[in-house]
């Protein structure tokens, strides 16, 4: 079975500061896939970033990195030079063997301020 | 290119009542989703498909939850009757193939229903 963790429930930062976004998982599947997704108070689930469990090099995506630790079984989402639009829910999500659900987390609310 | 479209926005209704949301995915894609979005919760999937065939139903509550996508484009998710606990966010999203880890879901805007 799979599980996605993600245990900060909120967090603020300032306008312009850099964040960063816990997540780990747990996968008995060799290859999988691991998402960000950004929904804002209008409930649109937005795809920000993915990384390849074989994949070589960290992803990025403008602002987005995705800090993965595979032995560590983390993905972890940076935001740079945050912005008052990045206030959102933050979900990361997993996909395994083919075919097979994106499982979310719990996702992490961030406020940022001015 | 436009994104996945839902119908409607939202909708109240009484418990014991029917209602039905629409999805049409983004043109050429072959799989589309249909999630619960309870309010405080990731998404959870309720069912799967495969152009016009169902890859996974299993968290489907199918006394009550039904859909179909019976030329392999559109989308409909029927409930009948309705429950309390019915009340979350139906969020449809479709993908370009479906079967590898990497395909990349794409949501719409969701159908917040509330049921009273």
């Known amino acids: 079975a799979q599980k996605i963790t993600q245990t900060q429930p909120g967090m603020f930062v300032q306008e312009k500061e850099a964040v960063t976004l816990d997540c780990t998982y747990d996968?008995?599947?060799?290859?999988?896939?691991l998402f960000w997704y950004k929904q804002p108070s209008s409930g649109e689930m937005i795809f920000l970033i993915y990384q390849g469990s074989y994949d070589q090099q960290n992803a990025t995506e403008g602002r987005y990195s995705l800090n993965f630790q595979k032995a560590r079984k983390s993905a972890n989402l940076v935001i740079s030079a945050s912005q008052l639009g990045d206030s959102a829910m933050y979900f990361c999500?997993?996909?395994?063997?083919?075919?097979?659900?994106?499982?979310f987390g719990a996702g992490t609310q961030v406020v940022v301020t001015p | 290119e436009a994104g996945v479209a839902q119908s409607p926005r939202y909708k109240i209704i009484e418990k014991r009542q029917s209602v039905a949301f629409w999805c049409n995915p983004i043109s050429g894609h072959a799989t589309l989703y249909w999630y619960q979005q309870i309010l405080g919760q990731g998404p959870k999937l309720l069912i799967q498909f495969q152009n016009n065939g169902v890859v996974d139903d299993s968290q489907l509550p199918k006394d009550r939850f039904s859909a179909e996508r019976l030329k392999g484009v559109d989308s409909t998710l029927k409930i009948q009757p309705a429950k309390l606990e019915d009340s979350a966010v139906y969020l449809c999203a479709s993908s370009n193939k479906g079967q590898t880890e990497a395909d990349t879901q794409y949501f719409g805007p969701g159908t917040r229903l509330t049921v009273l």
């Open positions: 996968t008995s599947d060799p290859s999988y896939g």
């Open positions: 999500a997993m996909r395994g063997r083919s075919w097979g659900k994106l499982q």
